[in-house]
């Protein structure tokens, strides 16, 4: 029988599994569009992060925005090591984001076919909280770092 | 770019009676350009991504029957009409929301000649 600490990280891999099995299952059926799924996803983790665990997110600006959900990501969820501002202007932000937590899962998903891991959630907060706050509707697009074990999030305004 | 769409999209909104929103929207679900004329902009917001869902699923359906072209998809509900169309080879559409008093065939008609001519800066 599997000790605590064992079933711990097999219910993690299987939560792991589901969400790659959707993520392909999405990704077969709407392409591109697997993109606009996930808005509803942004906003309620976004709403569930705000309301429920108390985390304020309220930049006055897309800089700001970036950096507050970067940071609770790291500090208050420890998804990635790592996540700052690469490029800005008016027209476009990247962020680096290193060390994910997501990254393997994001490896696998691309082995069973998915182009770009869409599901990203620090990507798709980081976009709802640009279109709750700020009323600015980005595109998304998310590409893998291997270097950093982490991804570049693009977004275009 | 998204500057001439809409300035093309608002010159094909003037052509539509009846016109309650018409938006250009990526297959990411995100307007490119928009007209609103008594719909929300959040409602708009959210047709422009559960639209751009339904395009990808009857494009990929369609393409599965073997049928390479989907053009024009049309929606009737008690309120009126939401006309969705293709533009060109890009990865946009042109969607229309109408109420029952547009006359059908002008909707069609103009948001066919939109397209073509969206298609040319998109």
């Known amino acids: ?22 993520a392909k299952g999405l990704y077969d059926l709407f392409g591109e569009s697997s993109y606009a799924v996930m808005h509803a996803v942004g906003d309620d983790l976004l709403e569930i992060m705000q309301k429920e665990m108390g985390l304020e997110i309220g930049g006055e600006n897309v800089h700001e925005e970036l950096i507050e959900v970067g940071r609770l990501f790291v500090d208050e969820f420890g998804f990635a090591d790592k996540i700052e ?37 620090i990507m798709n907060v ?11 509707h980005p595109h998304v697009a998310i590409d893998a770092r291997d270097d950093a074990r982490g991804s570049k999030l693009t977004f275009t305004f | 770019m998204p ?31 928009q007209v609103n004329n008594g719909m929300s902009s959040e409602a708009q917001d959210s047709y422009g991504v559960k639209f751009a869902l339904v395009m990808s699923l009857i494009r990929k359906s369609l393409t599965e029957l073997g049928i390479s072209k989907f053009e024009e998809s049309l929606v009737e509900h008690d309120g009126g009409w939401v006309i969705t169309r293709f533009i060109g ?20 008609m103009v948001a066919k000649k939109g397209a073509e001519k969206l298609a040319g800066v998109l």
């Open chain 1, 1 to 22: 029988m599997a000790t605590e600490e064992q079933k711990k990280r097999n219910l993690v891999r299987m939560y792991k599994l589901v969400i790659e099995g959707l």
């Open chain 1, 85 to 121: 501002i690469a490029e800005e202007d008016d027209g476009h932000a990247v962020v680096h984001v290193d060390g994910c937590h997501g990254y393997n899962l994001s490896k696998a998903m691309k082995k069973s076919g998915v182009e770009h891991p869409f599901t990203c959630p």
């Open chain 1, 126 to 136: 980081m976009a709802a909280a640009m279109r709750k706050n700020l009323g600015k």
């Open chain 2, 3 to 33: 500057s001439q769409a809409q300035q093309i999209l608002q010159e094909t909104a003037k052509e539509v009676d009846g016109l309650l929103a018409a938006g250009v929207v990526g297959m990411d679900g995100i307007h490119i350009a």
């Open chain 2, 89 to 108: 080879n890009s990865n946009f559409y042109l969607g229309m929301a109408v109420s029952k008093d547009a006359v059908l065939g002008n909707v069609r």
